[in-house]
């Protein structure tokens, strides 16, 4: 019995009849790309009408043969005849030692034959040399970390608090429902679909809009900037707190003579906020007074952008090994700190103020726009990290589970550390409350001694040595209600837990102040903060290595360069950039950064990003796509969401994002030093310049390249497409060819483009064979698309 044999030839056809193939035994098929057709079994007989690719080598069965079980097959009705569209189905049939001692050759360079005793490289998929995942977990854990960053400790807990408590939970969840989990499982598709960066996957979905992955570039160059300075004032918080007492526990005292006199600025204040705005930053009191570099912030800069460098440089097997500890640890972190919370004296009271909803709240359109925001932001979604890291995944990877599952993990992590926060504001309220009662208790009996107040106003069973906020909360109902004429002279306030509570933190306001100060009253106080800020460096660099993947995989992928050079430029260009953040006055240009180079910018990149898919590619076929790579056809559910809704929504949201851009004053909150407290100021002329600067830098290659691309002046990237094998279809993956390899002159741009013609020097040289056959008479070819070459020719005419 004769053993099936296969073989391909680019560029000519064996001689099939005289057996100069080399190898032994009947052909069952032999698939040729010329220019003038295909040849196969029994004979060269080419189609002189059109040149083939066929899909996944269209390898058709022998006669009689049976179906390979378990297969992926695709029957289609030519000559009422099966085709076999899968070349492991038809490989299956061989013997391994033959099809391990067979030889492709292309372009006269030979493949021999597979070295024994070589383990395969795992780094590797689909052959087409683009690093893999080691495995699933690996690859869902740096999702995770890159989606679940800062944002999620210390953004998430004040849109509850501002937005209504746990009604604020209502929208947000209807919202990731809605534009969340659809929009974040687009960017995992297309990212598996193409196995390219944003660049790459915007390229070759609508060349036109391929300036869509250059503005998600440019996003996430502005956003590492100031996010890694966040990360160097966590590694700075973090070496502070290897002492005690802590140095942010107390204010510091200065030697006036033999006088010891607190700072007046701390004592304005109190010591947690000094020691962020006099002690870490050294702030200046205007964004137009640079002050100079602050050298303790600039060394801790410089750390954590050398950690950076190194985690991307490693790659993402290394990166990857990380992301078991990096992500897994902020978890431990937190159930430790809810644990530690729970014990603690208010604690119920702050969970209980966080989940009491005020629905009033749901009405207003306000909460449902920051809810939208978060969502896309949460998420990470425009960013292009979501985009690199699913384009390391294998082809037939089930990217809609990755999906669902990311975003509940997400969700979840928001709602755990809302509850960690406000476990820990409401220990640090009720301290507060506390500290209020006594110090407005000394002010009465003062007054009681100077008979200011008459003790008749004092209910009998109050105890000054031990009194509780609601016997104080008694006595000042009384004594506001008797001396209601002059109650505003005494100074006295009210102490209610619930104003403590209400008292809205967030941002670095929450992480290096109030829980900073929350944390002092711990027990082992530096142990706690040594893991609060080793958490925070963590989900940090979580986000910070995605967000370099966002800007080092396009880039890449594009160009020929070596990743550790590029990474390490990328790197030192960023620090020395980054030194703007670094000087007395740098936590200004964090804000503003914050608030105008990301908002704005990323929405219209995602919006684009949903339109060049849905409408421009075609839903149906995304659709069809994702069905050939998942093995299932995704819910209805998908299509009306990518088709109409979160369009829709995100309408809306830049809609609201503008009007509100439009209509709040553009300003900072600045430190004043005399006063010990924030002042809201607005940006002089030159910094309001920078702030729409940064909108219009970031959103300019979108007209750029669509215009330079409507006229040609740009070439639309289609030969840096990769290998991705579907049903009916072959991505080539053209940046891996060598020189000599002409299999480019192959590829159209269009449906209506004319390939280049093929040089004649293009052959097949079988094993055994001294010289190859030469092509003649070029044919040019026009029924192939972009990164499609479909088969079309019936199997009567083969």
């Avoid at 070589?118 to 699933?136: C, F, H, Q, V």
């Avoid at 800062?150 to 947000?172: D, E, I, M, S, T």
């Avoid at 820990?424 to 008979?451: D, P, Q, R, T, W």
């Amino acid at each position: 019995m004769h053993l099936p044999r296969v073989i391909l030839g680019i560029g000519g056809c064996p001689d099939l009849t005289s057996n100069k193939t080399g190898l032994g035994g009947s052909i069952h098929l032999a698939v040729c790309l010329t220019a003038k057709g295909t040849c196969t079994r029994q004979g060269s007989q080419a189609s002189p009408d059109r040149l083939r690719w066929c899909p996944d080598w269209l390898l058709r069965r022998s006669p009689g043969s049976p179906m390979p079980k378990n297969s992926k097959v695709t029957q289609r009705e030519h000559s009422n005849e099966h085709v076999t569209e899968s070349v492991a189905d038809l490989l299956a049939l061989e013997e391994p030692l033959d099809y391990k001692s067979s030889v492709m050759n292309v372009g006269g360079a030979g493949v021999g034959p597979a070295q024994k005793g070589k383990e395969p490289d795992d780094t590797l998929d689909n052959g087409d040399g683009r690093p893999a995942w080691n495995s699933k977990l690996q690859y869902i854990l740096a999702q995770v970390g890159f989606s679940v960053g800062l944002g999620n400790v210390w953004r998430f807990p004040y849109l509850c608090q501002k937005n209504g408590g746990g009604a604020y939970l209502v929208p947000y969840f209807i919202l990731l429902l809605l534009i969340g989990i659809p929009l974040f499982f687009l960017e995992l598709a297309v990212g598996q679909r193409v196995r390219r960066g944003s660049i790459g996957v915007w390229n070759y979905i609508c060349p036109r809009l391929g300036g869509v992955g250059m503005s998600s570039l440019m996003v996430s160059g502005f956003v590492g900037l100031y996010y890694n300075v966040i990360i160097g004032w966590s590694i700075f918080y973090f070496f502070q707190s290897f002492q005690y007492p802590l140095p942010w526990s107390e204010c510091p005292v200065r030697k006036n003579g033999t006088q010891a006199i607190v700072e007046p600025e701390c004592e304005k204040s109190s010591a947690t906020t000094y020691f962020w705005y006099r002690e870490t930053l050294n702030i200046t009191s205007t964004i137009a007074d640079s002050g100079g570099l602050n050298w303790r912030m600039t060394l801790s800069l410089l750390a954590a952008w050398f950690i950076v460098c190194l985690a991307v440089i490693k790659g993402i097997q290394s990166s990857g090994k990380v992301m078991y500890f990096s992500s897994l640890f902020p978890y431990v972190v937190l159930l430790c700190f809810l644990v530690r919370g729970l014990l603690l004296n208010g604690a119920v009271d702050g969970i209980a103020h966080m989940f009491t909803p005020k629905l009033e709240k749901m009405l207003e359109p306000q909460v449902w726009r920051e809810a939208a925001t978060q969502v896309f932001f949460a998420l990470g979604l425009g960013f292009g990290g979501v985009i690199a890291f699913s384009s390391y995944n294998k082809s037939d990877n089930n990217c809609h589970f990755d999906a669902v599952l990311v975003s509940i993990i997400n969700f979840i992590t928001s709602v755990l550390a809302t509850l960690v926060v406000f476990a820990v504001l409401g220990f640090k309220a009720n301290i507060m409350n506390e500290k209020c009662v006594v110090e407005n208790a000394e002010k009465i009996l003062g007054y009681l001694n100077s008979n200011v107040l008459s003790r008749d106003l004092i209910p009998p069973h109050v105890n000054f040595s031990h009194l509780s906020s609601s016997d104080y909360a008694e006595m000042y109902g009384v004594i506001k209600t008797v001396r209601e004429d002059s109650f505003s002279q005494l100074g006295l306030e009210p102490c209610l837990l619930e104003d403590e509570l209400n008292k809205a933190v967030q941002g670095t306001g929450l992480a290096f102040i109030a829980f900073t100060e929350a944390m002092t009253h711990f027990p082992a106080s530096p142990f706690w903060s040594v893991m609060f800020f080793f958490m925070l460096i963590n989900l940090g660099l979580g986000s910070m290595i995605g967000t370099m993947e966002g800007i080092t995989t396009p880039v890449l992928d594009t160009f020929k360069v070596r990743k550790e050079i590029f990474t390490v430029c990328c790197c030192i260009t960023a620090f020395i950039f980054g030194l703007l953040f670094v000087q007395r006055s740098g936590n200004y240009f964090v804000t503003m950064f914050d608030d105008y180079s990301a908002g704005l910018p990323l929405t219209i990149v995602v919006i684009l990003e949903n339109v060049s898919v849905a409408w421009i590619y075609g839903t149906k076929r995304f659709m069809q796509d994702l069905e050939d790579m998942l093995g299932f056809r995704p819910y209805r559910f998908y299509f009306y969401m990518w088709k109409y809704v979160s369009p829709l929504c995100l309408i809306i949201l830049i809609s609201a994002t503008v009007i509100e851009m439009a209509i709040s004053p553009p300003g900072y909150n600045a430190w004043v030093q005399d006063l010990a407290a924030e002042r809201f100021q607005s940006y002089p002329p030159w910094a309001l310049t920078m702030c729409f600067a940064l909108i219009i830098v970031a959103m300019l290659p979108l007209p750029i390249v669509f215009i330079a691309r409507q006229f040609n002046l740009l070439s639309d990237g289609s030969n840096k497409l990769s290998v991705s094998y579907k049903k009916g279809c072959m991505m080539k993956d053209m940046s891996n060819l060598e020189d000599h390899d002409e299999t480019r002159f192959i590829l159209s741009k269009n449906p209506s483009e004319t390939p280049s013609p093929m040089p004649n020097h293009r052959s097949y040289l079988g094993p055994g064979s001294t010289s190859p056959s030469e092509m003649t008479n070029p044919a040019p070819n026009s029924r192939y698309g972009t990164g499609y070459l479909m088969a079309t020719t019936p199997e009567s005419e083969l």
